[in-house]
Antibody, heavy 115, light 106 residues
Framework: QVQLQESGPGLVKPSETLSLLCTVSGASISPDYWTWIRQPPGKGLEWIGTIYYSGTTYDNPSLKSRATISVDTSKNQLSLKLNSVTAADTAVYYCARGANVFFTWGQGTLVTVSS | EIVLTQSPATLSLSPGDRATLSCRASQIISTYLVWYQQKPGQAPRLLIY???NRAAGIPARFSGGGSGTDFTLTISSLEPEDFAVYYCQQRDSWPRTFGQGTRVDI
């Protein structure tokens, strides 16, 4: 059974960089697609970006190139870095398996942007 | 970017009722439409993919239909555990986009 677990700081200061990890268990990161999605409190879902295990990425233009997604196949992990954060980046961040259909999701981790 | 518009925003029903949720795409997306269910404090769960295919383990009371720009998710007879928020998502093109959600309330 595939499981995904997000981890990272729950509080980030404005203008700094948000960094999250997603550890995959029960399956290999390769060869597959992996995605980050976020959800502001009380709001809907926003696709952040998708990465293929080889490193090819697809990003959401709405984030204006602030997001960087990468994979570490040796650790079976993917990561998300989002720079120049503001309060609008406060959200639950999910990692998910897939590029087209998100079959499996992590439980999510809340990141609050505040000084 | 493809915009998905879900209606209604809230559906107030009772157990045993039939629920019909709508998702309209701003351009033709064939049958590349996915439905998820989300309960409070939980991650979304995949229900339906490619408009009408139930995901593994999803009860038969959930069904999806539509093609082109208009899609529906139907719950034939609501169970207490079905009261949740439902999102549609398109997989036709990048960026992937979601609808704003429909809340099914008691």
């Amino acid at each position: 059974q595939v499981q995904l677990q997000e981890s990272g700081p729950g509080l980030v200061k404005p203008s700094e960089t948000l960094s999250l990890l997603c550890t995959v268990s029960g399956a290999s990161i390769s060869p597959d697609y992996w995605t980050w999605i976020r959800q502001p409190p009380g709001k809907g879902l926003e696709w952040i970006g998708t990465i293929y295990y080889s490193g090819t990425t697809y990003d959401n233009p709405s984030l204006k190139s602030r997001a960087t997604i990468s994979v570490d196949t040796s650790k079976n992990q993917l990561s998300l870095k989002l720079n120049s954060v503001t309060a609008a980046d406060t959200a639950v961040y999910y990692c998910a398996r897939g590029a087209n259909v998100f079959f499996t999701w992590g439980q999510g981790t809340l990141v609050t942007v505040s000084s | 970017e493809i915009v998905l518009t879900q209606s209604p925003a809230t559906l107030s029903l009772s157990p045993g009722d039939r629920a019909t949720l709508s998702c309209r795409a701003s351009q033709i997306i064939s049958t590349y439409l996915v439905w998820y269910q989300q309960k409070p404090g939980q991650a979304p769960r995949l229900l339906i993919y490619d408009a009408s295919n139930r995901a593994a383990g999803i009860p038969a009371r959930f069904s999806g239909g539509g093609s082109g720009t208009d899609f529906t998710l139907t719950i034939s007879s609501l169970e207490p555990e079905d009261f949740a928020v439902y999102y549609c998502q398109q997989r036709d093109s990048w960026p992937r986009t979601f609808g704003q959600g429909t809340r099914v309330d008691i």
